[in-house]
């Protein structure tokens, strides 16, 4: 099984909040023991702009945890993000919503998994689910 993981669940490792990082590692350990783990480049772009965090360091964390960065993001991926975000933008105006706005990494990262993982690892289940109802989605 490939699980994709969301920019949060790795975030979510590093916080210094025990309960939080305990329970990310605890899903990341578990999906692991299933199959392999990835992340799309969006995802290491946006780990990219976490305090404290670099290249070098992401790359290292990367191979010592043992998930893939996957720098391809092929057309149809791309289209099928356009697709989503599309559909959100225009529900969101169409319920004047209040709620926070997503960006396009987030459907990027959604389409990455639909396209390219057996699932998606993240906090966000709720939006994903949404722009992506084949998509089998992980929280913890």
């Known amino acids: 099984m490939i ?3 969301d920019t949060n669940v ?10 939080t990082n305990t329970n990310a590692q605890g899903a990341l350990e578990n999906a692991s023991s299933n199959g392999r783990l990835i992340i799309p480049a969006a995802v290491f772009a946006e780990l990219l702009a976490c305090p404290d965090r670099d290249q070098v360091f992401l790359e290292k964390f990367c191979r010592d945890t043992g998930i893939t960065v996957d720098w391809e993001i092929t057309r149809e991926i791309w289209i099928a993000a356009g697709h989503a975000f599309q559909t959100y933008a225009t529900r969101r105006k169409a319920q004047r919503s209040g709620g926070p706005r997503r960006i396009l990494a987030d459907f990027l990262i959604g389409a990455y998994a639909v396209k390219k993982a057996d699932q998606l690892l993240t906090l966000d289940e709720g939006i994903y689910r949404a722009a992506f109802p084949t998509l089998r989605v992980e929280s913890f």
Do not use: C, E, G, M
């Open 3 to 5: 699980t994709a993981v």
């Open 10 to 19: 790795i975030v979510a490792l590093w916080s210094r909040d025990s309960t």
